[in-house]
């Protein structure tokens, strides 16, 4: 046993002679060291069940079941291999689309560098182990469940909720658990209380706003002045360092618009149906003040740097918008910063400090958006060459 032309046979080459001792429908001992069995024997199974165990399963992204449960065009699509299982309730429009992601499996920093615990009036979050270098890695997750916004404002309670059943029954058992391990009472609140929202794009504009669960991110607790960024990528979520950490801090993103007064951040928060406890907002009542009085002076330079009708601004005021937010812990949010402070910089004519913003820009850009992202890019270009950018003193000529 165990002639090569055999083990060729099994790869689907119905026109090969049948096997002289049993036939077709054997695996004989190439074919088993294929498929890592030791067999002196030749064991009889059906060309089905060798092709099943020689080829290679199909692709994850060919696993997909559905569409099932349409109500009024939005239905349940679910793949159980694809990232450990995900299952979508949207149109078949926007299911194609997520179909066609590149959506990345479990990654991120390995051990990773935190571990989850008990934080005080805040319940579970998760606590650095080591120190942590800004720019770093943190977790790459694929979503678990992905929902149409805009179908589960509609659909009455008793429709949607079956629709969460049937989402819920053709997630894999590990996946399920871990979504219904997340706060809240039931799937409409876990999904209410942990989601992040993103838009699919490519299919109309109209419904393209969906929430996606992330069980694993949605360990994150809010910080106003957070130290962890993210972004979604294709229904991929990253976490990155946004700036050094020390062991043992809390590891924080932002639930909401870090830009907004005191007031109406904790208004916001409201909303979300818990008070902050986050440093700043437990702090004293002259932080507060003193962070208000910045963000109303970013605000302030933001629409002067953004006034093209009038020179309302100096070639350094762009350098104090980035102080600003650099003094405020705005990490997150530094390469628009110094985006806006490289570009001001260009339009005076300052060549050197153009370039030396831009280049701040394109590494923060790097983190925040992902190194080959289009404004990256865009910085790369300016600080290689300010003179050549279109920009280049146009608010240095208006002065004249
Ligand atoms: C996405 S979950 C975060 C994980 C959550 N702490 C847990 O135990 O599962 C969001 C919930 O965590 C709590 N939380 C998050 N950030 C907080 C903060 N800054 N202050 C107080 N509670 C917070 C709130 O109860 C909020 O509804």
Same mark, same amino acid.
């Given at each position: 046993?165990?002639? @090569? ?15 002289? +001792?049993? &036939?077709?429908?054997?695996? %004989? ?23 099943? /165990? +020689?080829?290679?399963?199909?692709? !994850? ?18 793949? +159980? ?34 571990? =989850? ?26 979503? %678990?469940?992905?929902?149409? =916004?805009?179908?589960? /404002? ?11 059943? *049937? ?73 990155? #360092? ?18 907004? !007064? ?16 986050? *440093? ?9 003040? #003193? ?37 405020? &812990?705005?990490? #997150? ?5 110094? =985006?806006?402070? *490289? ?27 992902? @190194?080959?992202?289009?404004? #990256? ?19 240095? =000529?208006?002065?004249?």
């Amino acid at each position: 046993f165990g002639a @090569p032309e055999s083990a060729h046979m099994f790869e689907g080459q119905d026109d090969e002679q049948p096997d002289a +001792v049993c &036939g077709r429908d054997c695996i %004989t001992g190439i074919t088993a060291g294929i498929v890592g069995l030791n067999l002196r024997t030749p064991v009889c199974a059906s060309p089905e069940f060798i092709r099943k /165990i +020689v080829l290679p399963p199909p692709p !994850p992204s060919a696993q997909w079941s559905g569409p099932e449960n349409c109500v009024n065009g939005t239905c349940i699509f679910s793949n +159980v291999v694809q990232n450990g299982g995900i299952s979508l309730i949207t149109s078949p429009q926007h299911a194609d689309i997520i179909k066609s992601y590149d959506i990345d499996a479990d990654g991120g920093a390995y051990p990773p560098p935190f571990y =989850t615990e008990q934080i005080e009036g805040k319940g579970i979050g998760l606590r650095a182990n080591r120190s942590i270098v800004k720019g770093e890695v943190l977790m790459t997750r694929g979503a %678990t469940l992905i929902a149409q =916004t805009e179908a589960l /404002i509609e659909w009455e309670v008793a429709v949607r909720d079956t629709m969460y059943d *049937a989402a819920m029954a053709r997630l894999p058992k590990g996946r399920r658990d871990a979504f219904l391990a997340q706060m809240g009472r039931d799937v409409h609140d876990k999904i209410n209380k942990n989601s992040f929202q993103f838009f699919i794009h490519g299919a109309g504009e109209e419904r393209a706003r969906h929430l996606a669960a992330y069980p694993d991110i949605a360990k994150f607790n809010h910080d106003c002045r957070p130290n962890v960024h993210y972004r979604i990528t294709d229904a991929t979520i990253t976490t990155i #360092a946004a700036r050094d950490i020390q062991r043992g801090e809390e590891l924080a993103i932002s639930y909401t618009d870090i830009f907004l !007064p005191s007031k109406q951040r904790k208004e916001r928060i409201q909303n979300w149906g818990f008070e902050c406890a986050c *440093a700043l907002c437990q702090g004293p009542k002259n932080e507060t003040i #003193a962070s208000d009085k910045r963000l109303r002076r970013i605000e302030k330079l933001k629409a002067d740097l953004n006034n093209f009708k009038e020179i309302k601004v100096t070639a350094e005021t762009g350098a104090e918008y980035a102080t600003l937010h650099e003094e405020e &812990g705005l990490h #997150a949010h530094l390469g628009s910063a110094y =985006t806006r402070a *490289a570009l001001n910089f260009a339009l005076f004519g300052d060549e050197e400090r153009s370039r030396e913003y831009a280049w701040r820009a394109a590494e923060e850009l790097s983190i925040e958006k992902g @190194p080959e992202s289009g404004d #990256a890019q865009a910085m790369r270009e300016l600080a290689e060459n300010p003179r050549a950018h279109w920009t280049w003193g146009k608010r240095r =000529t208006l002065k004249k």
